[in-house]
Nanobody, 125 residues
Framework: QVQLVESGGGSVQAGGSLRLSCAAS????????MGWFRQPPGKEREGVAG???????SYADSVKGRFTVSRDSAKNTVYLQMSSLKPEDTDMYYC???????????????????WGQGTQVTVSS
């Protein structure tokens, strides 16, 4: 059974850092493209960062230079290191897995098949 479980969310002040984790089970996440998305209240889910099985990475312009996506194949886990957090980064963050998603589509929701339940990130000013 495929499962994605996010953790690491919480409350932090502006300028702070958090590291989100996405633990995968039921499949080898290293052979899939993995993405991080967030969903503001009342808005559509938007891509934040993604990594292909080959290590190609894509970031949303709003997080470039502040967020870093990485993976630990041995732990079957993908991470999102978030630094210099801003109040506008406050959202529910979701991890997703998509087989064969190419680099230029990493931030598009359509290619992802499996989704986690989300973890809340709150940044106060």
């Amino acid at each position: 059974q495929v499962q994605l479980v996010e953790s690491g969310g919480g409350s932090v002040q502006a300028g702070g850092s958090l590291r989100l984790s996405c633990a995968a089970s039921g499949f080898a996440s290293s052979t899939w493209s993995m993405g991080w998305f967030r969903q503001p209240p009342g808005k559509e889910r938007e891509g934040v960062a993604g990594i292909t099985r080959y290590g190609s990475i894509s970031y949303a312009d709003s997080v470039k230079g502040r967020f870093t996506v990485s993976r630990d194949s041995a732990k079957n886990t993908v991470y999102l290191q978030m630094s210099s957090l801003k109040p506008e980064d406050t959202d529910m963050y979701y991890c997703a897995a998509g087989f064969g998603v190419v680099e230029w589509l990493l931030l598009q929701r359509d290619g992802y098949k499996y989704w986690g339940q989300g973890t809340q990130v709150t940044v106060s000013s």
